[in-house]
């Protein structure tokens, strides 16, 4: 009877160790659009490193996961477009940790069909671009840089009547690619499988980065992921040459 119950408690004790190793520790990133393109790659690396680690990702313009975590949205990390956002819920008591910069994200000029892009910004003042996309700068970072970009090329006023916004870099490219004649959009969208098939300079140049200030990403530690060991561990991998490479590789300037 007592070797059963011994039994009996081991068998209890491996069901406990078993259901531990194989439940996942779940964390919540809220994540800038443009960065949809490099999450998949950028949690495989993680997953090599704790791979009971779950993160689940919130995706969206900045402007709006801030004023979704300013109603006390139960998100742990915020990876922004810019450094404002995370600034503005630092200062606010929102997070728990100054705002550093990840990565750099820079803009492209793209079209769906080949056109000359030797004009290049000049191409959109031409009469056969009818539409333009651009990210809604009110919610987006990336359009904040665009209008930028455009009223120091002196094409603004020019060409502004043509814009159809997206209210995030990821519905930009998908007005890019589906609805207007060109658009400016995140150059990280560009090495995503399903726009490789884009070549530079038939499909798409690089905005002049002189245009427009860097687009410096900042990221965050939230009140809600505050002293939690698992949050901690993504967020030191952000900044680990694994995630940096990352980066690299869909087109973040990361000097």
Do not use: C
């Amino acid at each position: 009877m007592v070797l059963g119950l011994i039994k009996m408690r081991f068998k209890f004790l491996l069901l406990v160790l078993f259901s531990t190793f194989v439940m996942a520790d779940k964390i919540t990133v809220a994540l800038a659009a443009n960065v949809a393109y490099a999450i998949d790659d950028l949690k495989k690396e993680f997953k090599k490193l704790y791979p009971n680690i779950e993160v689940q990702i919130v995706l969206g313009g900045t402007g709006k996961l801030t004023a979704q975590i300013m109603h006390k949205a139960p998100y742990d990390i915020l990876m922004g477009a810019n450094m404002m956002y995370p600034e503005t819920l630092y200062q606010k008591g929102f997070a728990v940790t100054r705002p550093l910069v990840y990565a750099k994200g820079s803009l492209a000029l793209v079209s769906r069909t080949k056109r000359d892009f030797n004009k290049g910004l000049d191409l959109i003042k031409e009469a056969n671009i009818k539409k333009i996309a651009i990210a809604n700068p009110k919610t987006a970072p990336y359009g904040v840089a665009t209008f930028e970009a455009l009223k120091n090329a002196k094409l603004l006023e020019t060409v502004k009547s043509k814009f159809i916004y997206g209210e995030s870099i990821s519905q930009t490219v998908i007005y890019t690619t589906k609805v207007s004649d060109v658009g400016f959009i995140a150059k990280s969208a560009l090495f995503s499988p399903k726009m490789a098939h884009l070549k530079e300079g038939a499909n798409w140049i690089e905005v002049d980065a002189k245009l427009y200030a860097p687009i410096e990403q900042g990221i965050v530690i939230l009140k809600h992921g505050a002293k939690n060991a698992e949050v901690s561990a993504f967020y030191a991998f952000v900044f680990s040459r694994e995630a940096q490479r990352v980066f690299e590789r869909f087109g973040y300037l990361m000097e």
